[in-house]
């Protein structure tokens, strides 16, 4: 762990070390709640359709709105990726990162409202938020996954839109010794790299298989590229009418009033590298007829690489002219005075997980059940300051952006330019607007770059959770009353995040080289072809574009050449950039910083603390009506919650304008000043849930439940950011809220379910949520006071949001606003063909459909204090298979509808519909060998955002297909 003054580090060694010593979890609570007892059940499960008909049987056999996936064999879940697997379940869709499954959204909710349990407990991520990455772990470690729609008593609370619980192979469970090995070799399309997986098992009991062990390894590599256009920030600047004059084509456009365009438009390319190792530990112990003793414990390291380079244009709105406008007042077309810009960008992710606990499970007498559960998890990524973003820029340019040529991403072209000694637009005067345009630059010039912009930088995390639980099965067989299930539940859990970074702003490092003054070595780029761009795609992509490594330019920038060279520019006396970037060590920077390195920066760090408390009760009531059996469970769960906030603020001690940018502020700002805030809450949660056996066939459902979401650690930070230059036209800055409380949601479910065999049913479900205390971010305008000596006097841009020693900003912060209403359907169907004659009997079908609705979707409008679920949208899965026990095969098509994916100040984005469609064949060689192809996005399919409107690009990406060849043995 990276050691901090600003991030705490792990909490009570002592408790730590005892959990540790128990070597992790076991059988959750979950489970035996629905029947099980402390004897273990051998179950094997081999194929496509036995996979789905257990399936299909566990969940009509639930007392709740459960779905489920159990793996096709031991180390083999249906696909390679946990998440891909879930989104073939009703009203599941997911976020990919790198082509590859990450996040779920469950029945509209995004991935923070969706609790993620492995064997019943939260396991820490390496996120900032409540999120879970399935990217995390390899697939072949789960032996099965619970989706909970319902929200009953025994599960923690945590998931308004679900909870999702993760099940690892267990050695008494294979019931014999197994040892499973399978290898693949992955090519990545988009890049043309192969790389390797590979997954090892052993399993074994001992001692009469009153004893078991288990320990599985996965590793996995892969090498891929993605080609993307991206933009923004979307800014919308006052245009008065003597402006609008001098902006328009021919005095075309809509006269005063607030126009919006993108500040950026970047063409990127980026390669990634990605390096997952999972390992997992399963000891079981039959203590006697009567006590089962589980321990278990999972690790991942999930190493990530991302080097992108950018051939972008940045707006500098002072020097627009010929701009053309649509009817939503989008700049669709400018001209502009601006560099061509050239970024070298370096994302790092580098996480651990570890869990480890242990799980007794006790028949304490013939109606009593006793289950005790203690766990420990620690996550962390280890970023900070690891990361890149470096701009170098060509010689000033006339730059054109054009958005009407009919392409699928906007057009921006460089031409070479002098500026006229006459008055050639005829405004009567002579300034930048007066230019004689000169030839296309169709390429960046290695001989003719400067340098501009450079920060090493970067986030890291930490989370830990201590969880105790005590569960209670009490058999009472008292008339309808079958049995009253009861328990407690304790966590402790820490969350911090540290950032670091090359100091900026004011006489900081990256304003050291603002301006393009250094002329850089032409031996430091390298020329690329940007060679099948976006292949598919309608676009006139830049054709080449500079590469360069960042560190050897960082080094030539530190160079007593180039700083000598930066005096002479700047009419400086010899040394003082060596002094202003720390590289005299006679003259140390007060900040402390030294040349590009990166330091902490206190006022982006936070610790969180939660303490949860909770206890339930739930009694399950089984009878007849009129011949139909009827299952009732009815209970409560009381949680109380106490948090801790603990940041750090750097005020401004000055604000001033640059010297040369009329738009940008540079400031300073005051020593680091301690936060601390304590806010608690509590919750009653009852639920009732009730399930009607029509006859062996129908089935039909009804539950009520109440459900909570804790508001996102990261979102209780009490600390205000601001970028290192504030900018006249877009004073804004963000915080956290300790104060929010948690989104509270009354749900409502209702189904009827037709089994038609064991392998083949349909369902028709509908769903509603009223959630309330929605959690939004929210603009408003804050007053922030400096101390006397401020420099705001010095501010004669514009002084609309300065008064005296006050700057007024516009601070967005999430807080707790109305309420909502989510609610849907969900069709499911799934059949097997096997009344037909010959190979026709082994097709089987599955398919669904989600249909959500919400009173506050996201239109054409823009947003300020809006309730919007980001990720609602209908979706669509159809799954068709054959299975004959020698050969395996499945073709699955999943589609997302248009959603609400997040937005930029009140401006919404959204994710343009998006569909993919996976293959798998296998060859089952015999009962112990398998081969296998599989590939994924077969379409090649893009992933497109948009604005308001059609004219608001937003971006598109091209993740590629994958093609995998692999084998598998089993002994």
């Given at each position: 762990?990276k ?10 060694t002592?408790?730590?070390?005892a959990?540790?010593?128990?070597f992790s979890?076991?059988t ?5 709640v629905?029947?099980?007892?402390s ?8 194929g ?17 709105v459960?779905?489920s ?12 990726n ?21 996040q ?14 492995v ?7 390496d996120?900032?938020g409540r ?18 729609k ?6 923690q ?6 909870t999702?619980d ?9 019931g ?12 990545e399309?988009n ?15 001992f001692?009469?298989n ?11 590599k ?22 609008a ?10 006269g005063?009033g ?5 500040q ?6 980026q ?16 203590l006697?007829d009567t ?8 690790f ?8 992108t ?23 669709v ?17 580098v ?7 242990a799980n ?23 970023s ?31 031409y ?17 607007l ?6 296309q ?8 770059t ?7 930088e970067g ?16 058999y ?19 969350k911090?995040?540290?950032d ?8 900081g490092?990256n ?11 032409a ?6 072809n ?6 598919g ?7 080449q ?7 050897e330019?960082?080094?030539y ?23 202003r970037?720390?590289l005299?060590?006679s ?5 402390g ?10 006022r ?20 007849e ?5 009827l299952?009732v469970?009815v209970?409560f769960?009381?949680?109380?919650t106490?948090?801790?906030?603990e940041a ?27 936060i ?6 509590d919750?009653?949660?009852p ?10 066939e ?9 459900s909570?979401?804790?508001p ?10 601001t ?30 379910e037709?089994y ?9 479900g509908f769903?509603r949520?009223?959630?309330s ?8 305008r ?9 420099r705001?006097d010095?501010?004669?841009?514009d002084?609309?949001n ?24 969900e ?13 026709l ?31 609602l ?13 020698t050969?395996e095969a499945?073709?699955a ?25 996976d293959?798998?064949?296998a ?7 398998q ?6 996005n077969?379409t090649n399919s ?11 690009f ?5 993740p590629?297909?994958?093609y ?7 002994f």
């Amino acid at each position: 762990m990276k050691n901090s003054r600003y991030v705490s580090g792990v909490k009570n060694t002592a408790i730590a070390l005892a959990v540790a010593q128990s070597f992790s979890i076991g059988t959750s609570f979950a489970q035996s709640v629905d029947g099980n007892d402390s004897s273990v059940e051998v179950i094997e499960v081999r194929g496509i359709r036995a996979s789905l008909s257990q399936s299909l049987a566990k969940k009509k056999n639930s007392d709740e709105v459960l779905d489920s996936i159990i793996a096709e064999d031991i180390g083999k879940f249906p696909d390679t990726n946990v998440a891909e697997s879930l989104q073939r379940i009703p009203g599941v869709s997911i976020d990919r990162a790198g082509g590859e499954g990450a996040q779920v959204t469950v029945r509209g909710f995004g991935p923070s409202f969706n609790s993620v349990l492995v064997e019943g407990r939260r396991l820490a991520t390496d996120t900032a938020g409540r999120n879970f990455r399935f990217d995390l772990l390899g697939a072949e470690l789960i032996g099965g996954a619970d989706v909970y729609k319902s929200a009953p008593s025994h599960l923690q609370a945590g998931g308004i839109g679900s909870t999702i619980d993760l099940q690892l192979q267990r050695p008494l469970s294979i019931g014999e010794e197994k040892t499973v090995l399978s290898t693949r070799a992955v090519y990545e399309d988009n890049s043309g790299d192969v790389a390797p997986q590979f997954f090892g098992l052993y399993s074994n009991t001992f001692d009469d298989n009153k004893m078991g062990a288990l320990v599985s390894l996965s590793y996995q590599k892969r090498k891929s590229a993605q080609d993307a256009v991206t933009s923004g920030p979307f800014v919308g600047p006052e245009v008065n009418e003597e402006q609008a004059s001098v902006l328009f084509a021919d005095g075309e456009g809509n006269g005063a009033g607030r126009y919006i365009h993108q500040q950026q438009i970047r063409y990127a390319r980026q390669f990634q590298d990605r390096e997952r190792l999972g390992l997992t530990g399963v000891f079981q112990y039959q203590l006697s007829d009567t006590a089962l003793l589980t321990m278990d414990g999972l690790f991942s390291q999930f190493d990530i690489s991302n080097q992108t380079t950018h051939n972008f244009m940045f707006n500098e709105r002072a020097t627009y002219n010929n701009a053309i406008t649509d009817e939503n007042n989008v700049l669709v077309a400018w001209d502009q005075i601006g560099r061509p810009f050239q970024a070298a960008v370096e994302d790092n992710r580098v996480s651990q997980v570890w869990q480890v606990g242990a799980n007794l499970e006790w028949d304490i007498s013939d109606s009593l059940i006793a289950t005790v559960d203690l766990s420990y998890s620690e996550a962390e990524d280890d970023s900070a300051g690891d990361d890149f973003f470096f701009v170098v820029a060509g010689p000033e340019a006339v730059q054109r952006y054009d958005n009407t040529q009919g392409l699928d991403a906007p057009l921006f072209t460089n031409y070479e330019f002098e500026l006229a000694t006459s008055d050639l637009n005829g405004d009567g005067q002579i300034n930048s607007l007066d230019r004689v345009v000169g030839d296309q630059i169709t390429a960046p010039d290695p001989n003719d770059t400067y340098s501009w912009f450079g920060t090493r930088e970067g986030q890291g995390s930490s989370d830990e959770i201590l969880e105790l639980r005590t569960d209670f099965e009490w058999y009472l067989d008292k008339g309808v009353l079958e049995n009253v299930t009861f328990g407690a539940y304790y966590a402790d859990q820490e969350k911090s995040r540290s950032d670091a970074r090359t100091p900026g702003g004011g006489n900081g490092i990256n304003n050291a080289y603002l301006q393009g003054q250094i002329p850089l070595p032409a031996e430091l780029f390298t020329l690329r072809n940007n060679d099948n761009f976006l292949d598919g795609i309608n676009l006139n992509a830049p054709s080449q574009y500079l590469a360069y490594d960042p560190e050897e330019v960082i080094a030539y920038l530190e160079s007593d050449a180039a700083l000598a060279q930066r005096d002479l520019l700047n009419n400086l006396p010899i040394g003082t950039s060596a002094i202003r970037l720390g590289l005299d060590p006679s003259n140390p920077r007060a900040d402390g910083g030294v040349g590009f390195n990166a330091i902490d920066v206190p006022r982006n760090a936070f610790v969180i603390g939660e303490k949860t408390m909770a206890a339930y009760a739930n009694a399950k009531l089984t009878g007849e009506v009129a011949d139909m059996g009827l299952t009732v469970n009815v209970g409560f769960r009381y949680t109380k919650t106490e948090t801790t906030s603990e940041a750090f603020a750097e005020p401004f001690a000055t604000i001033f304008p640059d010297p040369t940018r009329p738009d940008v502020l540079l400031s300073t700002r005051l020593p680091a000043q301690f936060i601390k805030q304590t806010e608690d809450y509590d919750e009653f949660l009852p639920s009732v849930a009730a399930r009607l056996n029509v006859t062996d066939e129908w089935v039909l459902r009804a539950s009520y439940s109440k459900s909570l979401t804790r508001p996102n650690l990261a979102d209780l930070n009490p600390g205000i950011n601001t970028a290192p230059e504030l900018r006249l036209s877009d004073l804004t800055g963000s915080s956290g809220n300790p104060d929010l409380d948690p989104f509270v949601s009354d749900n409502i479910d209702l189904s009827i379910e037709y089994y038609f065999n064991e392998a083949s049913a349909v369902s028709v479900g509908f769903f509603r949520k009223d959630v309330s205390a929605f959690i939004a971010q929210q603009e408003q305008r804050e007053a922030i006071t400096l101390p006397a000596g401020n420099r705001l006097d010095e501010v004669t841009e514009d002084r609309s949001n300065i008064e005296g020693d006050t700057i007024f900003l516009n601070i967005n912060r999430p807080r707790n606003l109305n309420s909502t209403v989510v609610d849907g359907i969900e069709i499911s169907f799934q059949h097997v063909f096997d009344n037909l004659p010959g190979l026709l009997q082994h097709i089987g079908v599955s398919a669904n459909l989600t249909y959500v609705n919400s009173d506050d979707e996201v239109g054409n409008e823009l947003i300020d204090a809006a309730v919007a679920l980001p990720g609602l949208s209908d979706s669509q899965n159809f799954v068709l298979y054959y299975d004959d026990s020698t050969i395996e095969a499945r073709l699955a098509y999943n589609n997302r509808d248009r959603f609400f994916s997040g937005r930029q100040g009140p401006e919404p984005i959204f994710t343009e519909d998006f569909d993919q469609l996976d293959a798998r064949v296998a060859w089952n060689v015999s009962e112990k060998y398998q081969v296998f192809l599989e590939a994924t996005n077969l379409t090649n399919s893009f992933v497109k955002r948009s604005g308001r409107f059609e004219s608001r690009f937003g971006g598109i990406e091209d993740p590629g297909a994958r093609y995998v060849i692999g084998a598998r043995a089993i002994f």
